[in-house]
């Protein structure tokens, strides 16, 4: 859907009648013009700004960073964690906007605004909430001690901050799109005889699967870009507890800026390549 | 299909908290939760003291570093943070494990030589190369058109001792170096005279501060890579690694007359190495602090050494300042904290806010 | 009327119960520990902390600059998310894969790019500062952070919606005498309305709470410059998490109220669309 327009529909388009008149190439123009400019300025300047950092002492150092066992590890963990926390939202995504937008019940509009209400929690407080649960002082501080389970300060605090700041990104992506679609090829099909979970791979899905592609993609690129909110539930462990955008921070604050923003730049990178793969996907279609 | 899929999620999350505990066998590893500036110097020691207790303990020894802010550090240790040692910038953070956490014990800085603090610092001035605006001492720092660059006491532990050491050097020039005049009842006047002045300074240096910074680091850098202000007041320590890492040609330290004696203090956290069985050892690494293979570390990673011997061969590096100390100066970190840093306070006040409370 | 409509297709329970469990336990339990902390202060402490002189200056500029960034992102949102599907230019698909950056990068990273380049000696900064225009260090580098990270949220919402539009309406509406702004107004925004409220609701929302990118380009000045996430950093630096659940609880409910009026909103024009025969 975002995937833009396909040659054969732009041709089409420029032969319709009044399409090709000097104020819509103007616009055209115009357009282009002011989203470069705010995305330059605001985007692609502070992109480049990593991306030269990162390359400044050339491309020799930029190996180099990676080759340090601690960014190492804090690669891992990041992929790690991305790893259980996409998944399972992902499931959680699909079945909040099948409930949601396939059927008629009371609250919904509620239902709705507490999945996105991780969103508007500040990261220091999605942090804070694992803490005054799991904590030493926390409700259940006590009892995970005596069993000697660590949740905060250990992987298991750092999956589940990165799960609650990217609850919502998958159900909020498919359950508009899910709604406009509506629900006669669904009915259809059942009326036909087919089973719920055969309905859902065979006809839903086709449908909704480049809105899911893009849930899954927003809900990855956070998963391994948070910060605020697992710093405060990591206990910054080098090597162990560290995730890669702690990373970040520790070799910021030690003046290795190469280092600092080649991890940094290799994050955008593993977040785009969801991106690529999706794209590669479609050129394959055509 | 979903409730099987969530049984896998929720049983690997289970694995996972089995991993955050417990050691591989013959190999113990400890804790260190630490602050900022001391990444560097606690890099070099702690491979320096696994080889020394492995030579003599025959006992491979990982040694594994947490680093970020004073109190958040601390904040993480109340909350659960298994450290078996904590060597933190301000007595009040490793106070408030004690008060709050209750994880070692009230006369924890009683049981390490000088207050538990095998390594000083002190506030000095990061100015420009050549000093343009000829910054000399901390009178200096409110003329009209100088900018200063601090970060935010509330969330910074150096920020806390920048503060006081202004705060300090006013009581300093208008009382003399005695400062057992201080609780001198017959000096009362004069003191109370003093600490007005000191107020009103204090006041002023903030108002010519552009940029709060939330951690001395952050300082730095706005500082020297941003361009921003004509004086950074840093920690010593941090005022000569910025010039090493980050240019000789761009910066230079201005010593003022007087300046605060920075103690960052370091622990063993009790309940935590009785837990785990590694008190011998934990004890053993703070120690190393204080002999001299530790001193010299610290000198290296330009921490002001307790050791006297290892000072004067560093003598150069540490140019003589007149020092004072928080308990000469302001009674203790627990006085300090309540009169100017907590909530409502005398810097909430600086900046027209807390009003409301008290 | 019951609880649900009757409907052939089978799996409400199923989805509705896993999902309901599945908030439950990762949000919602959470955020009851945070509002039952904020119950362990007493009332007067309570609003003695949310209306001290420096939390109302902060919720001014955190909501202020936060309004003023999901706009800002709407306007520039919506430019892009149609440059995008109705143009065809060189570069295009490297734009479009390059919109989710700012979810990518993290904050801190975002902060520190972006003061770099705003700074009265960055690329950017040093053309605006003769012209007097501070960035780095004032509300306006809160602006330009808060919107960065809140861009994909509008571009994203925006794009599908935009690519609904039906051109053929377009046309017909042209061919009929409709002028430029009529067609824009009458087709392209009704059908773009809804993602483009979502868009700006959730950029709003995520800008509210924004941390890490914000502290390195506000200068965090009291009473000036200081987001309400950063007074509640400062609670907790002074081991005060009472105060710091009071100011959480209270940037909580005003988001809750803002997404639920706009999702009851949408819930509502959703309903006339459909009473209207779609």
């Excluded at chain 2, 027209?352 to 008290?358: D, E, L, M, R, V």
């Excluded at chain 3, 999901?70 to 149609?82: E, H, K, M, R």
């Excluded at chain 3, 410059?225 to 659940?245: H, S, W």
Aim: glycine share 8%; net charge neutral; hydrophobic share 50%.
């Amino acid at each position: 859907m975002a995937g833009g327009p396909s040659k054969e529909m732009l041709a089409e388009i420029a032969s319709r009648p009044g399409r090709d008149t000097l104020i819509s190439s103007a616009v055209k123009y115009v357009f282009i013009a002011l989203s470069l400019g705010f995305l330059a300025a605001l985007l692609f300047a502070p992109l480049a700004t990593v991306f030269i950092t990162a390359l400044s002492k050339g491309w020799e150092m930029y190996f180099e960073s990676f080759k340090d066992e601690d960014t190492l590890a804090a690669i891992k963990l990041t992929l790690t964690v991305a790893a259980i926390v996409v998944p399972t939202n992902t499931i959680f995504g699909i079945a909040a906007a099948w409930a949601i937008a396939k059927f008629e019940f009371r609250g919904k509009s509620f239902l709705i605004t507490l999945i996105d209400l991780p969103i508007a929690v500040s990261p220091v407080i999605s942090g804070l909430v694992y803490v005054l649960l799991f904590g030493a002082q926390g409700w259940f501080g006590l009892w995970l001690q005596e069993r000697d389970i660590s949740i905060i300060f250990a992987v298991p605090g750092i999956v589940l901050a990165t799960m609650f700041v990217t609850f919502p990104y998958v159900a909020r992506e498919l359950i508009p799109l899910m709604q406009q679609l509506g629900n006669d090829e669904e009915e259809a099909a059942i009326t036909l005889g087919a089973g719920g979970l055969m309905t859902f791979f065979h006809v839903t899905l086709p449908k909704i699967r480049w809105g899911l592609v893009y849930g899954v993609i927003l809900c990855n690129a956070r998963a391994m870009g948070e910060f605020g909110a697992v710093s405060v539930v990591s206990g910054h462990v080098r090597g162990l507890t560290t995730t890669m955008p702690l990373h970040v921070e520790i070799l910021y604050n030690e003046y290795n800026f190469v280092g600092a923003f080649a991890v940094a730049s290799l994050l955008t990178l593993l977040a785009v390549l969801t991106l690529i793969i999706k794209s590669l996907v479609e050129m394959k279609r055509k | 299909m979903n409730r099987r899929r969530t049984l896998a999620c929720l049983g690997l999350l289970t694995l996972l908290a089995g991993c955050g505990g417990g050691d591989d066998a013959g190999r113990v590893t400890l804790l260190n939760v630490s602050y900022d500036p001391t990444r560097e110097l606690y890099r070099e020691f702690n491979e320096s003291f696994s080889q020394r207790w492995e030579q003599e303990h025959q006992q491979r020894v990982t040694i594994k570093q947490s680093h970020a802010g004073s109190g958040s550090q601390a904040r993480a240790v109340i909350d659960g943070l298994d450290a078996d040692v904590v060597t933190l910038a301000l007595a009040y953070d490793i106070d408030s494990i004690q008060t709050k956490g209750k994880r070692l014990g009230a006369d924890w800085q009683k049981r390490l030589p000088d207050n538990s603090s095998p390594y000083t610092s002190t506030i000095v001035f990061l100015v420009r190369k050549g000093n343009p605006k000829q910054i000399k001492d901390w009178p200096d720092l409110i003329r009209d058109g100088v900018s200063v660059v601090t970060p935010n006491p509330k969330t910074s532990g150096g920020a806390r001792w920048n503060y006081l050491a202004a705060w300090g050097a006013v009581l300093r020039t208008e009382l003399g170096n005695d400062w057992t005049k201080l609780d001198d009842p017959a000096a009362e006047q004069a003191v109370a005279a003093a600490q007005k002045k000191a107020e009103e300074y204090v006041r002023q240096l903030y108002k010519h501060v552009p940029v709060l910074d939330s951690g001395a680091r952050g300082a730095t850098n706005t500082f020297v890579q941003r361009e921003i202000g004509d004086v950074l007041l840093a920690w010593e320590n941090e005022a000569l690694l910025a010039i090493k890492e980050l240019g000789p040609d761009k910066v230079e330290i201005v010593i003022p007359s007087s300046s605060i004696l920075a103690e960052p203090p370091v622990a063993v956290v009790d309940t935590v190495v009785d837990r785990r069985g590694t008190r011998q050892i934990a004890e053993a690494y703070l120690k190393y602090l204080y002999e001299e293979p530790g001193q010299e570390l610290a000198a290296k990673h330009y921490f002001r050494p307790r050791n006297v011997a290892v000072l004067e061969r560093h003598k150069d590096q540490f140019p003589a300042l007149e020092l004072f100390t928080i308990d000469q100066v302001f009674g203790g970190w627990k006085a300090t904290h309540e009169q100017h840093f907590a909530d409502g306070a005398l810097f909430d006040r600086i900046y027209g806010s807390g009003s409301a409370a008290k | 009327m019951s609880f649900r409509q009757p409907s052939i297709l089978p799996g409400f329970g199923l989805t509705l119960g896993f999902s309901t469990f599945f908030l439950s336990a990762i949000v919602l339990v959470p955020l009851a520990a945070l509002v039952m902390k904020t119950a362990t202060m007493g009332w007067s402490d309570f609003i003695r902390v949310v209306t001290d002189a420096r939390a109302l200056a902060s919720y001014r500029l955190s909501f202020g600059a936060s309004m003023l960034a999901a706009t800002l992102n709407s306007v520039f949102g919506f430019i892009i998310a149609w440059t995008l599907v109705r143009y065809e230019f060189p570069g295009r698909k490297l734009i479009d894969s390059l919109i989710d950056m700012p979810f990518a990068l993290p904050t801190a990273v975002s902060g520190i790019a972006l003061t770099a380049v705003f700074a009265e000696n960055g690329w950017i900064g040093q053309y605006l500062a003769p012209l007097g225009i501070k960035v780095a260090y004032t509300w306006i580098g809160v602006v330009v952070a808060l919107t960065l990270i809140g861009l994909p949220f509008v571009v994203r919402s925006v794009q599908p919606a935009i690519a609904e539009v039906q051109r053929d309406l377009e046309d017909a509406a042209e061919t009929l005498g409709a002028g430029r702004f009529t067609i824009f107004r009458r087709i392209v925004l009704p059908t773009v309305f809804p993602a483009l409220a979502t868009g700006f609701t959730l950029a709003f929302a995520r800008a509210v709470g924004e941390y890490g990118s914000v502290i390195f380009i506000a200068g965090n000045l009291p009473m000036r410059t200081e987001i309400t996430p950063l007074l509640i950093v400062i609670k907790l630096e002074q081991f005060d998490y009472k105060g710091a659940a009071a100011l959480g609880f209270i940037m909580l409910t005003m988001s809750f109220v803002m997404l639920l009026s706009i999702n009851l909103l949408q819930a509502w024009s959703r309903r006339r669309m459909v009473a209207a025969g779609r």
